[in-house]
């Protein structure tokens, strides 16, 4: 894209117009926050049980005397051998966010189906601190529509982010929305340790749930590019001069970028 080069005044022009905007989108924003919590609440019935630093925890233990808990729902599925890299660089946020939440009445945690001892080596692999639960072997993931089986993938019977998918199994032109690029879900897997049809069975998401009375309720689900809000790096991205600049996969775990990568913004 050519720019403009302009003088200050015609800059400050241009710049006072966009602000406008901006915070024109800043009270929408805040509208639709207040929607979000005006939503009705649906009890949660089933007991789900995971395992956690801990030990073994309910859903309500998860809320570790809070009446709000956020759940962020990590890609990292059992036969994966690393998290999902997109879902990591989102991550890397949380360690600096929860402990403010915690303070707020709001627990915060990563759930995901892979086993605790997995997600423990990869947490001290990248130097996380925030609570993060296995899943493994129950169906909280299922029923929050980011764990998918192979049937799903065979008859096309797979909802994410509330609409129905075409068949994908064993397709490499399988994709996750806002986590694909031209490189399709194989990059991905192959950074996860597994095959595409594996990979795609988990989703990202994120849940919110409110404990009032002893009654756990389930207020608010997003998923895809709901989460762009929470992925701190696109963020800083939509304010750098050239934006997100994306053709591809360009982004990796914190540790697998080299000095060079990070001089030059590639691999």
């Not at 800059?11 to 805040?30: H, I, P, Q, V, Y």
């Not at 950074?191 to 049809?197: I, K, L, Q, R, Y």
């Not at 989460?227 to 053709?247: C, S």
Request: glycine share 8%; aromatic share 12%; proline share 4%.
């Amino acid at each position: 894209m050519q720019h403009q080069i302009a003088s200050r005044d015609e800059w400050l022009k241009d710049r006072l117009a966009l602000l406008n905007e901006e915070k024109e989108l800043t009270r929408r924003s805040d509208e639709l926050a207040q929607r979000r919590q005006e939503l009705p609440w649906v009890k949660v019935d089933k007991e789900y049980r995971f395992e956690t630093d801990e030990g073994s925890a309910s859903l309500q233990d998860l809320f570790k005397g809070r009446s709000q808990l956020l759940v962020y729902h990590f890609m990292f599925g059992p036969d994966y051998t690393a998290g999902c890299p997109s879902c990591s660089s989102i991550a890397d946020g949380f360690n600096g966010v929860f402990v403010h939440l915690e303070n707020h009445d709001v627990a915060f945690t990563a759930v995901s189906r892979a086993p605790l001892a997995k997600l423990q080596a990869y947490k001290t692999r990248m130097g996380w601190t925030f609570p993060w639960a296995s899943s493994t072997g129950g169906e909280f993931n299922f029923d929050f529509n980011v764990s998918l089986t192979e049937e799903q993938q065979r008859d096309g019977t797979i909802v994410y982010n509330y609409q129905r998918e075409a068949p994908s199994y064993g397709s490499e032109d399988a994709e996750i929305p806002s986590r694909s690029t031209p490189d399709g879900p194989t990059l991905f897997a192959a950074m996860s340790g597994t095959d595409a049809a594996t990979f795609t069975r988990e989703r990202p998401g994120m849940s919110a749930f409110v404990l009032e009375d002893g009654v756990i309720y389930h207020t608010y689900s997003t998923y895809s590019r709901g989460l762009d809000g929470l992925w701190g790096m696109y963020q800083w991205l939509d304010r750098a001069p050239r934006g997100r600049n994306e053709a591809g996969l360009w982004w990796r775990r914190h540790d697998e970028y080299d000095q060079d990568d990070r001089r030059h913004g590639g691999p």
